[in-house]
């Protein structure tokens, strides 16, 4: 099982570039969701998806917009990327949000920096 | 406010201490789920264990051991004979039971660094 797959692992990107981070997952869980990892800051919510076709904001949204066109694949895109958007970037799933006993499965990462 | 403070942000010990991590939270919810991710110097985060806030005895899985008590809002983690291989940055997180989105709220994470 690949459980949640991001893609790509390392990305550099000049300032006012754009590009889109891919979240699949093959589990067939209907909560999807975007974090970001700061040094010294924990983990925190950019956006998040109920279900095929819905996306909501999170914690720290701007800048960032994101897609669920497949129930299996989560993307978020950075229209023009800012010095500020340089961190790792966590995509996480759950089967449900009604507290199942499945916990949040996270992919390995994407390291994204910003100059 | 929902928060989860981690207030040791980094320990050392030596190989067979025990240690123990803290996690302090806050939340409006009577109904909340508790989580421990593990995220090791390759980057990539393990679930360790979710405790719900109705839960409150106390879980052993191996070396692993957790204590949560809701009267002083804490759930904490400790190692037995902490190993190398425990090296890492843990994090205590929260889903607060009220928030639609079932987010996880992280605390900044505790640096457990164990020397040989």
């Known amino acids: 099982n690949a459980g949640v797959t991001q893609t790509p692992k390392f990305r550099v990107l000049k300032t006012g570039q754009s590009m889109t981070l891919l979240c699949a997952q093959d589990?067939?869980?209907?909560?999807m969701y975007w974090y970001r990892q700061d040094p010294g800051m924990g983990l925190r919510l950019i956006h998040y998806?109920?279900?095929?076709?819905?996306?909501a904001k999170g914690e720290v949204p701007d800048g960032y917009n994101v897609s669920r066109l497949k129930k299996q694949n989560f993307l978020l895109g950075l229209e023009s990327a800012a010095p500020s958007q340089t961190s790792v970037y966590f995509c996480?799933?759950?089967?449900?949000?009604?507290?199942?006993?499945?916990?949040?499965?996270f992919g390995d990462g994407t390291r994204l920096s910003i100059l | 406010a929902q928060k989860v403070t981690q207030a040791q942000t980094e320990i050392s010990v030596v190989e067979k201490e025990d240690v123990t991590l803290d996690c302090v939270y806050e939340?409006?919810?009577?109904?909340?789920?508790l989580f421990w991710y593990k995220q090791p110097p390759s980057g990539e985060l393990v679930f360790l264990i979710r405790?719900?806030?109705?839960?409150?005895q106390n879980e052993i899985s191996g070396r692993y051991s957790w204590n949560f008590q809701k009267s002083t809002s804490s759930f904490n983690f400790t190692i037995t004979a902490s190993q190398v291989v425990d090296s890492a940055v843990y994090f205590c997180?929260?889903?607060?039971?009220?928030?639609?989105?079932?987010?996880?709220?992280f605390g900044s994470g505790t640096r457990l660094l164990v020397r040989p």
């Open positions: 996480a799933s759950s089967l449900d949000g009604q507290f199942s006993n499945q916990p949040q499965h």
């Open positions: 589990m067939n869980h209907e909560y």
């Open positions: 998806s109920v279900g095929e076709g819905t996306t």
């Open positions: 939340t409006r919810d009577t109904t909340y789920y």
């Open positions: 405790r719900n806030s109705f839960d409150e």
């Open positions: 997180a929260l889903t607060p039971r009220m928030d639609s989105s079932y987010k996880l709220i």
